[in-house]
């Protein structure tokens, strides 16, 4: 399986295309990536309605994947920063951020 770069043009043999649809993902207004449809048929209302709810789904999967790698990112430093600053404090053992602090 072959990945397009931005940019480049969909190489496809438009023998029987009858039809096309692209719609963006969007995740706070920035577009992620894109689904495209070709279809040999003509894409009537209801396909063409589920086709926007998927890219609408899909989108939201892909922030949802992005929010999680976020927040474990900033646990990853959090954690970091309390095993440093713990490693220097000589007195204290209470972790930073703890409302006994």
């Given amino acids: 399986m072959a990945f397009l770069q931005a940019g480049q043009p969909i190489p496809y043999d438009t023998g029987d295309a009858m039809a096309f649809a ?5 995740v706070d207004g920035e577009a992620v990536g894109v689904l495209a449809i070709l279809s040999s048929e003509r894409l009537r209302e209801p396909a063409v309605d589920a086709l926007d709810l998927v890219a609408q789904e899909i989108a939201i999967g892909l922030e949802r994947k992005r929010a999680e790698q976020a927040l474990r990112d900033s646990e990853d ?9 713990r490693g220097r404090d000589s007195g204290s ?9």
């Avoid at 692209?22 to 969007?26: A, N």
């Avoid at 430093?77 to 600053?85: A, L």
């Fill in 22 to 26: 692209g719609y963006p993902l969007l």
């Fill in 77 to 85: 430093r959090y954690r970091r920063i309390n095993r440093n600053h």
């Fill in 93 to 101: 053992r209470t972790p930073i951020g703890d409302p006994r602090s």
